[in-house]
């Protein structure tokens, strides 16, 4: 199964709202290649999310309840979305500076392009997030 990181601003939407409102369309992703990304998600996807600003930080998981479809708030058949529910917040955040020093992570796009706000997470690189969650 794929798995991918969504960044969003904490301030803007959080993983604590998407808790609160149990679902949501996850939309305004503009960049090319974030596209192509949110394109290939299918139901069933497991997704991390980053809060990005003063944060900076891997919070929670979601899952993906709608595979890539047509924005329909937008007039622009390249504009997609996807529909997501949360599933659990991680034991603790994952700092953007922890990731950084884990060579466990070397060549994940959320360090190589770090503007990109849908993000090809690796099993490996998941289940790394995961451990380092439940450490400490």
Same mark, same amino acid.
């Given at each position: 199964?794929?798995?991918?990181?969504?960044?969003?601003?904490?301030?803007?939407?959080?993983?604590?709202?998407l808790q609160r409102d149990k679902k949501t369309v996850w939309s305004g992703v503009a960049n090319a290649t974030a596209l192509i990304h949110l394109r290939s998600m299918k139901? =069933?996807?497991?997704?991390?999310?980053?809060?990005?600003?003063?944060?900076?930080?891997?919070? =929670?998981?979601?899952?993906?309840?709608?595979?890539?479809?047509?924005?329909? @708030?937008?007039?622009?058949?390249? %504009?997609?979305?996807?529909? %997501?529910?949360?599933?659990? @917040?991680?034991?603790?955040?994952?700092?953007?500076?922890?990731?950084?020093?884990?060579?466990?992570?070397? =060549?994940?796009?959320?360090?190589?392009?770090?503007? %990109?706000?849908?993000?090809?997470?690796?099993?490996?690189?998941?289940?790394?997030?995961?451990?380092?969650? @439940?450490?400490?």
């Open positions: 199964m794929p798995h991918f990181l969504f960044k969003t601003e904490p301030s803007t939407y959080s993983f604590a709202d139901k =069933g996807d497991l997704v991390l999310i980053y809060h990005t600003g003063n944060e900076k930080a891997c919070v =929670g998981i979601a899952e993906v309840t709608k595979s890539a479809y047509p924005d329909p @708030a937008e007039d622009n058949e390249k %504009l997609v979305v996807v529909d %997501l529910k949360p599933k659990q @917040a991680l034991k603790r955040p994952v700092k953007l500076d922890e990731i950084k020093q884990d060579k466990a992570f070397i =060549g994940w796009d959320l360090l190589r392009i770090n503007r %990109l706000s849908v993000v090809p997470t690796s099993e490996t690189m998941w289940k790394r997030i995961l451990q380092i969650s @439940a450490d400490k």
